[in-house]
């Protein structure tokens, strides 16, 4: 079943065309890979979903419902929520209280948020750090809140953008296995990503956005050797990814 489908979706900044005709849909279960080059859109496209802009032209729906013209909070309470690719938590707020921020868009008791930040920050491994500051954890740690604070919000679609960026090979790993299980208990999920290996490893289906246009959409392994895609975006050194 199509949990999201966009159609035309357009974004002009100026004279920039930031987003430009973008069409795609995603598949209830699915992850769904966005790549392109720096300044494709690939944000862009995700403030527009989430309600932080409004579009120039073009349709967003969730289920059967028209997103375009909701605010981030109505998107977020109909279970689409994302994460912000500059993650800014309150830093002198606790880690528990930084996750509760987003459990309080499902409920109005303190406890039950309380209760549901837990949840989310074992489910990403911060648990231990539930009382410290934000502000002291590490950049691992910080994309690992995020995805927590996301998660409180009980998503049923996820929209990640760049939550692996300037991490380790390690740390890295640890995310995708992070997000594969988050995704294997029915969490779809969309995301923006550089790191190669990770997105085509984790995404069932890869988008490629340039210059706010899509150029490719497949497969990883087809979209991997797409010319076009090559020729934007991956260079040579991707060839042969299968
Ligand atoms: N609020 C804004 N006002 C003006 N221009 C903007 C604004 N937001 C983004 N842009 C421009 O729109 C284009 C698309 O930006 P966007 O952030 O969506 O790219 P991106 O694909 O996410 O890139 P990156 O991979 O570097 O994160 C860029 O040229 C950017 O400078
Ligand atoms: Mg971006």
């Known amino acids: 079943m199509r949990l999201l489908g966009i159609r035309a979706l357009s974004k002009r900044f100026g004279g920039l065309q930031a987003v430009d005709g973008l069409t795609l849909a995603l598949e209830e279960g699915e992850v769904l890979g966005l790549i392109g080059p720096n300044g494709a859109g690939k944000t862009t496209a995700f403030h527009l979903i989430s ?50 921020v987003g ?21 990403v491994g911060l648990l231990a750090k539930a009382g410290g500051r934000a502000g002291e954890l590490t950049l691992a740690e910080r994309k690992r809140l995020e995805l927590a604070r996301a998660l409180a919000t009980d998503p049923s679609l996820l929209l990640l953008d760049e939550v692996m960026a300037g991490l380790s090979a390690v740390e890295t ?53 797409a010319p076009n895609v090559i020729e934007a975006y991956l260079g040579e050194e991707y060839v042969g990814v299968s």
């Open 51 to 100: 309600g932080f802009l409004a579009p120039d032209a073009g349709e967003i729906h969730f289920r059967d419902r028209s997103l375009v013209g909701l605010r981030p909070h109505q998107v977020c309470h109909l279970g689409l929520t994302r994460t912000f690719q500059i993650a800014r938590p309150f830093p002198h707020l606790s880690v528990l209280e930084n996750v509760k």
């Open 173 to 225: 790993e640890r995310i995708v296995e992070l997000i594969r299980a988050i995704n294997a208990r029915g969490v779809s999920i969309l995301l923006i990503e550089h790191v190669m290996r990770a997105v085509m490893s984790l995404s069932h289906r890869v988008a490629v956005l340039n210059y706010g246009q899509l150029i490719a959409e497949g497969p990883p392994a087809q979209v991997a050797n």
């Open 103 to 123: 459990a309080f868009a499902r409920t109005a008791s303190s406890r039950e948020a309380a209760a549901k930040a837990g949840r989310a920050l074992e489910e």
